[in-house]
């Protein structure tokens, strides 16, 4: 990855992690990376609900759920993610909602609970 990553990896490479449940690389890569997108809030979540807990990832949750409103209908499954994805998008907008599910959608599902705990809290 560039030290800039004007590409946009870190956005993949995190799900990646947390698909493969390498929880460490998860949080080195958020601290490296700390910003308000999405992709990074509900990587945050997710990470801090596997290894803290419902109660103390609710904060996390909180700020994923203000950085992007749509995303939990994607992955809940209320609405379905398009074939294909949007190829640009802009922050908050229902196209990052649906890039951030297909590339995240994994991660959430093969954590235990991890969607009935997001479906609680919208």
């Known amino acids: 990855m ?14 990646y992690l947390l698909a493969e449940e390498m929880n460490k690389e998860v949080d080195e890569l958020l601290l490296e990376h700390e910003e308000a997108t ?40 209320v609405k379905h993610i398009p074939h294909v994805v949007p190829d640009a998008y802009t922050r908050g907008s229902e196209e990052e909602a649906i890039f951030y ?12 609970n991890a969607l009935v705990w997001l479906a609680e809290r919208v």
Request: glycine share 6%.
């Open 38 to 77: 999405c992709f990074m809030q509900y990587s945050e979540a997710l990470l801090s609900f596997r290894c803290k807990g419902a109660r103390k990832a609710a904060g996390s949750l909180r700020k994923a759920l203000e950085s992007n409103s749509h995303v939990s209908a994607y992955l809940l499954g």
């Open 101 to 112: 599910a297909s590339v995240a959608h994994q991660a959430w599902k093969t954590t235990p």
């Open 2 to 15: 560039n030290p800039n990553d004007n590409q946009g990896i870190r956005y993949l490479l995190v799900n």
